[in-house]
């Protein structure tokens, strides 16, 4: 017995730091008892949702104070659902983490309406670009955006969100991995930016790496934490319809970014739009959406301060010249490979790859291996 | 009595002259062979007993000892039996050393008493061209490519009859067909005309690039964009042999006992496609005792197709690379070393992903791991090697019904000789040889392209090695475009964009 008594918090930390223990084993620990509680109980090898004692042996080895020290030290606060800063949209959920760990302040999202920003890990430019300036025009209208920092559009909507300024609202992203172990390592410096800002959020101890599984159950936290679900480029069959899913069972609105019928990237969203989404082409359109739930409480003040995006049309000085216009009226808006814009212009390859080489350091297109698609 | 008899064996690429020595004595009657003989040189002397019976001529029931020298090569192949008769018939006094004097004997005996011909002719001839060669009839128009003196019989009784003088040596009908053997070596895909490709213009233009510069090329698409039917195109693009080379690729194809259309000069250039399951002995040469070409080798002067390159076994891929730098092989193994000449065209084709789908963002199925675990297969230093790497996308069902056939293979390979003769006057064979010491003088840029690719290389998308590469490209582009001595941006902007990206082969994400 350690002298220090390990008070709820500690107890809660060292059950989620035992090897071995998920998300659903931990609820039932806790289902009824009090951190304290279960913890004696764990270790005396009498909890009743342990009747194969598989934690006593750990428990026993396991000191709650110097696990909590541990997590105190890494900047990380351990969340109790009857304790204030545990998310109050989680309260009563059917799915609530029974401990959530958090870096960074959520406070935020009792403060302001939420929205999830999701979609698929290979996004296409023009996804990265929505999920981008949606980011950023609800950070910037007073949304705090939730995502997963994911790669493709989860980042390019936290991005877009912190680019929006000191004003806006911070972001707040729930993970699937540890919060020491971010994930994917290139997400790292977008990672640190949110939990200094905003917020991130795992229901995994530290030190948890990724794993199957882990990513489609922190999809549920994101879609309970949100006022409207937006699914941006979704594969059909994507890890973000599960966010949909999730958001559709707590009748939270789902919204969905329209895409084109030949981009694999937009099947989901499609079909999210057949099934009766509404579709969303701005800000605009999910704030309308955050309206209609919040109904007056903690609504934005003003109406947002957009920034405007670049034009759509290149304006009259640029494409500089007819077969630079060519060119660009070739490109769609998604990824078009350069064969098809030679098809389409009839030009000389070596005529064709010098003016798209030309709108590339114009900003006018962005270049891919192969590829060419409208920036 | 001893008797010495002049023959060869092939050692990799070459021949190495034999000294056939044969003892004959009083005592057990017998034949023992010594001098390291493999299976096949120990069968001769049941193949040997049994031609000299048939053809009416004696063996000597006596001891015979048959000595192979130098005595510390192993000995390949069937090619020795004609000179072991000579030599007992020499030794058991049937025939005067004088009437072999000055002879050289390659062939295979059958129990018939019949000549016949052995792979490796012309490289066995090559061997012995201080000597009068003495072949099977099929043989001797390949044994006089060496350029020696050559004569040839049917079987072993004429052979004898044709050195005691009782007939005069003559040649065979049909020897001096000139149609025989003009048609290239290993061209699998007779018929293979670019006139089948339909549509795909970048995939086309890659090609010819490719063929007229000697640029290495790399074709990434998903499965069914006609990434083999390309690759396979490429042979009827490039131009006839020049002596030189047309010598060489015959003298590998000859060691290596690979089948050609005809006896003579091979001077279309080969082409190569091992299946990935090639091993690395396959693939470089030195597997058996003869220390064979591997087939590197035997695409020298032409192509070495790779089909599915990420199937391939890394090993085996990155054995490649020397003989990519060098042009030539050097296998090393404990019965020796043999060097031969590889300077081949390498063409690959492979899909950009598991899925075959990737490359274009938002399209492929496949996790980010599961992509670089594919792309981790291929080392970076090999991928290098390619000049050209472009994008095979499936041919619209458009281009498949209505479009007209496209342009044939001899317009573009007239286009391809025209570009090689303006590298030769450059004193190259091709474009990618140019030393990277040269490139100011061979391929001067204009203001416009320098400062393209300065922007290039500031920005990172070019790296200091890739832009000699660049520079030998986009001299290929211009040459091809019949541009004048200085190379100007659409043949630096188009050289750029065939070279293509790593990210072709290692997918991409948007973030």
């Not at chain 1, 890990?121 to 955006?145: N, Q």
């Not at chain 2, 281009?399 to 006057?425: N, Y």
């Not at chain 2, 475009?481 to 290692?506: C, I, N, W």
Request: proline residues 8%; neutral net charge; aromatic residues 2%.
């Amino acid at each position: 017995m350690t002298a220090e008594h390990p008070d709820d918090q500690a107890c809660a930390a060292a059950l989620v730091d035992l090897l071995g223990m998920t998300p659903v084993r931990l609820a039932k620990l806790l289902d009824g008892f009090r951190p304290t509680m279960a913890w004696s109980a764990v270790r005396a090898g009498t909890h009743p949702g342990d009747p194969g004692r598989r934690f006593a042996a750990a428990a026993r080895s396991s000191d709650p104070v110097a696990v909590a020290r541990r997590y105190a030290d890494a900047g990380v606060a351990v969340l109790l659902p009857d304790r204030s800063g545990y998310p109050a949209a989680l309260v009563g959920d059917p799915g609530a983490p029974a401990v959530l760990c958090s870096s960074g302040d959520p406070s935020v999202l009792e403060a302001r309406p939420a929205v999830a920003v999701v979609g698929t890990r290979s996004a296409t430019p023009y996804g990265a670009k929505v999920a981008s300036d949606l980011g950023r025009e609800l950070a910037a209208a007073g949304v705090v955006v939730v995502s997963g920092l994911a790669r493709g559009i989860d980042a390019a909507a936290h991005a877009g969100a912190l680019s929006a300024g000191n004003g806006a609202t911070p972001p707040v992203a729930v993970v699937g991995t540890g919060l020491d172990v971010p994930y994917p390592k290139e997400n790292r410096v977008l990672w640190d930016r949110v939990a200094t800002t905003g917020a991130v959020l795992s229901e995994a101890a530290l030190g948890t790496v990724a794993r199957p599984g882990v990513f489609p159950a922190r999809n549920r936290i994101i879609a309970a934490l949100s006022d409207v679900v937006v699914v941006v480029e979704s594969h059909r069959g994507g890890g973000s319809l599960y966010t949909a899913e999730a958001a559709a069972r707590r009748s939270i609105p789902v919204c969905a970014v329209p895409g084109s019928v030949y981009s694999r990237a937009s099947t989901g969203t499609n079909e999210l739009l057949v099934d009766g989404c509404s579709p969303v082409r701005d800000a605009d359109d999910v704030l309308a959406a955050v309206s209609l739930v919040r109904q007056g409480r903690g609504m934005p003040q003003a109406s947002p301060a957009r920034t405007p995006g670049r034009p759509r049309a290149p304006g009259p000085a640029t494409p500089a010249d007819r077969v630079q216009r060519s060119v660009w009226e070739a490109v769609d808006d998604t990824p078009t490979t350069v064969e098809t814009v030679l098809l389409r212009t009839d030009l000389s390859l070596a005529a064709l790859t010098t003016a798209g080489g030309e709108l590339v350091e114009l900003g006018l297109l962005t270049a891919g291996a192969g590829w060419w698609a409208r920036a | 009595m001893i008797a010495s008899i002049s023959s060869a064996v092939i050692l990799g690429v070459d021949g190495r002259p034999v000294s056939v020595e044969v003892h004959v004595s009083n005592g057990l009657p017998g034949l023992t062979m010594v001098g390291l003989p493999d299976a096949a040189v120990r069968e001769s002397r049941d193949r040997v007993r049994a031609a000299l019976v048939s053809s009416g001529l004696p063996w000597p029931r006596r001891r015979i000892t048959v000595n192979l020298a130098p005595s510390g090569m192993r000995k390949a192949g069937a090619g020795l039996d004609v000179a072991i008769a000579m030599g007992i018939l020499v030794a058991s006094g049937v025939l005067t050393p004088e009437a072999v004097a000055g002879l050289a004997f390659v062939g295979e005996l059958g129990l018939d008493g019949s000549l016949r011909g052995v792979p490796g002719t012309m490289v066995l001839a090559d061997a012995l061209v201080d000597h009068r060669l003495v072949v099977a009839d099929p043989s001797l128009r390949e044994a006089r490519l060496a350029g020696g003196s050559c004569v040839s019989a049917p079987s072993l009784a004429a052979v004898v009859a044709r050195c005691t003088g009782r007939r005069p040596w003559s040649d065979p009908p049909g020897t001096e067909d000139p149609d025989d053997g003009v048609l290239g070596a290993g061209e699998e895909h007779p018929g293979a005309d670019l006139s089948d490709v339909l549509g795909q213009p970048v995939a086309r233009r890659a090609l010819e690039v490719a063929a007229s510069g000697g640029h290495h090329l790399l074709l990434v698409g998903p499965p069914g964009a006609g990434k083999t039917l390309l690759a396979t195109r490429l042979a009827g693009l490039l131009p006839d042999l020049d002596p030189q080379t047309a010598r060489d690729v015959t003298r590998i194809h000859s060691a290596a006992g690979e089948p050609r259309p005809g006896t003579g000069l091979v001077v279309r250039p080969p082409f190569r496609s091992p299946h990935h399951g090639v091993s690395a002995m396959a693939l470089i040469g030195g597997g058996s005792a003869a220390m064979r070409p591997g087939e590197i080798g035997l695409a020298h002067g032409g192509a070495l197709f790779l089909d599915e390159l990420g199937e391939f076994p890394a090993a085996v891929l990155d054995a490649l690379r020397q003989p990519l730098e060098d042009g030539v092989v050097r296998v090393s193994r404990a019965r020796g070393s043999i060097t031969y000449p590889a300077r081949f065209l390498l063409v690959a084709a492979m899909n950009p992903c598991p899925c075959g789908d990737g490359g274009i963002p938002g399209s492929c199925r496949c996790s980010p791991a599961a992509r670089s675990r594919y792309a981790r297969r291929l080392s970076g230093p090999l991928l290098d090697r390619f000049d050209i790497a472009v994008r095979v996308d499936r041919p619209t069902t458009r281009d498949l019904i209505a479009r007209q056939p496209g342009e044939g293979s001899a317009a573009v390979a007239a286009r391809v000789l025209t570009a090689r003769r303006r590298a030769a006057e450059r004193g190259v064979a091709v474009n990618a040889e140019l030393p990277a010491a040269t490139l100011d003088q061979a391929a001067p840029l204009d203001d416009g392209a320098r400062d393209l690719l300065v922007r290039h290389l500031r920005s990172g998308r070019l790296t200091a090695r890739g832009l000699h590469r660049v520079r030998r490209l986009a001299r290929t582009v211009a040459d091809l475009d019949g541009a004048g001595a200085t190379v100007a941006v659409p043949h630096v902007a188009e050289a750029l964009f065939l070279r293509g990206s790593r990210a072709l082969v290692l997918g991409e994400d948007v973030r």
